[in-house]
């Protein structure tokens, strides 16, 4: 069966701290893509990043990171000095390749609040 | 590149009334789909297309929600007749290679 947990509902930290949003995943295919989506106050879903299942190098992009570890199904998100406009609601999903395309599920979401 | 636009971006009904909501997606996307969003949880899929097909509506209710893709490109989302539980927001995303989904800015629906 499909499921995406993100077991932290809220987070709040203060400026300048660093924050890793926790993200475990189930899926019994071996092919599978794994996403995290910003959803900021104004309500639209920004697209953060895509791996895919057989790559688990982890990736920088700015003061954003992620941790991919099959092993213990996670897919973490870590924002390094965060800032008050990473503020949101951040929704981590899972897409797996079926018969007529991909199916996609998203967890419940980790709302971030970041304190000047 | 123009993102998906949807429309309208508010509406406020009373319950047992019609609504129809429209979505456009990023040109060239073969898959669209919608999805509901109630306050506090994620957003949940109501119907995937690919190209004018309907791939998923396992999540559809069918009694009241309809949508179609008519020509492969646009597509609305009717409910008939709403219900209090139908408030929502309604997201709809396209998504080209590899299922990477770009999401419009949403139509937030009041049933009363």
């Known amino acids: 069966a499909q499921k995406v947990t993100q077991a932290q509902t809220e987070i709040s930290v203060v400026e300048k701290e660093d924050v890793t949003l926790d993200c475990v995943y189930e899926t019994r295919d071996t092919t599978y893509y794994l996403f995290w989506y910003k959803q900021p106050p104004s309500g639209e879903l920004v697209f953060l990043i895509r791996?895919?299942?057989?790559?688990?190098q982890n990736e920088i992009s700015g003061r954003y990171s992620w941790n991919f570890q099959k092993s213990t199904s996670s897919f973490n998100f870590t924002i390094t000095a965060s800032q008050v406009v990473d503020s949101a609601v951040y929704f981590c999903a899972l897409s797996e390749v079926g018969t007529g395309g991909f199916k996609t599920i998203f967890g419940a979401g980790t709302r971030l609040f970041v304190k000047a | 590149e123009a993102g998906v636009a949807q429309s309208p971006r508010y509406k406020i009904i009373e319950k047992r009334q019609s609504v129809a909501f429209w979505c456009n997606p990023i040109s060239g996307h073969a898959t669209l789909y919608w999805y509901q969003q109630i306050l506090g949880q994620g957003p949940k899929l109501l119907i995937q297309?690919?190209?004018?097909?309907?791939?998923?509506d396992s999540q559809l209710p069918k009694d009241r929600f309809s949508a179609e893709r008519l020509k492969g490109v646009d597509s609305t989302l009717k409910i008939q007749p709403a219900k209090l539980e139908d408030s929502a927001v309604y997201l709809c995303a396209s998504a080209g290679r590899a299922d990477t989904q770009y999401f419009g800015p949403g139509t937030r629906l009041t049933v009363l």
């Open positions: 297309f690919q190209n004018n097909g309907v791939v998923d």
């Open positions: 791996r895919n299942s057989f790559d688990e």
